[in-house]
T-cell receptor, first 112, second 110 residues
Framework: GEDVEQSLFLSVREGDSSVINCTYTDSSSTYLYWYKQEPGAGLQLLTYIFSNMDMKQDQRLTVLLNKKDKHLSLRIADTQTGDSAIYFCAEGPDTGRRALTFGSGTRLQVQP | EADIYQTPRYLVIGTGKKITLECSQTMGHDKMYWYQQDPGMELHLIHYSYGVNSTEKGDLSSESTVSRIRTEHFPLTLESARPSHTSQYLC?????????FGSGTRLTVV
């Protein structure tokens, strides 16, 4: 079945860049997503990338996709204390009856 | 602004009680999902629906049931709560790209 893996924890200093990594196994994945979860809240969609793209940039966020290695990363530039949260990657088809598969989440801690 | 609502936000209940967690969305999404989230963060899909009168079990057998009588409403029922059901329950809906999540219900069974 589908599997998505992430490292559990990342600590950075305020102002540095953060890079959160994710690997997935399903080569038929059409879209890959990054979600953010703040304490006591649900997941918020941050950005997504279509599988035929290598990179997508949205303000401080850069998503890189290496489809050959099935590796996805999220780079946050100029990381702020408000970026402290859990970040989930997810993969899934654009249509069809399969639900998204989520990674186990990476807890980002930003030190002031 | 949240367009998907979960109630209650917090619930403490005794073992053996029957409970229903509510989820409603105002976006007209056909697809709706229930996830159980571990204290260790991982999300487990427990039920999903692709439209009215359509429900399917997910990866985790949680001894719960769901119904989808109306597009906007997808309640989750535990017939007999147990301490092992203590968790965060997240509802989500979607139509095309990605899901919109509710704020969750944190359930504690004592």
């Amino acid at each position: 079945g589908e599997d998505v893996e992430q490292s559990l924890f990342l600590s950075v200093r305020e102002g540095d860049s953060s890079v959160i990594n994710c690997t997935y196994t399903d080569s038929s994945s059409t879209y890959l997503y990054w979600y953010k979860q703040e304490p006591g809240a649900g997941l918020q969609l941050l950005t997504y990338i279509f599988s035929n793209m290598d990179m997508k940039q949205d303000q401080r966020l850069t998503v890189l996709l290496n489809k050959k290695d099935k590796h996805l990363s999220l780079r946050i530039a100029d990381t702020q204390t408000g970026d402290s949260a859990i970040y989930f990657c997810a993969e899934g088809p654009d249509t069809g009856r399969r639900a998204l598969t989520f990674g186990s989440g990476t807890r980002l801690q930003v030190q002031p | 602004e949240a367009d998907i609502y979960q109630t209650p936000r917090y619930l403490v209940i005794g073992t053996g009680k029957k409970i229903t967690l509510e989820c409603s969305q105002t976006m007209g999404h056909d697809k709706m999902y229930w996830y159980q989230q571990d204290p260790g963060m991982e999300l487990h899909l427990i039920h999903y629906s692709y439209g009215v009168n359509s429900t399917e079990k997910g990866d985790l057998s949680s001894e719960s049931t769901v119904s989808r009588i109306r597009t906007e409403h997808f309640p989750l029922t535990l017939e007999s709560a147990r301490p092992s059901h203590t968790s965060q329950y997240l509802c989500a809906s979607g139509r095309g790209l990605g899901y919109t999540f509710g704020s969750g219900t944190r359930l504690t069974v004592v």
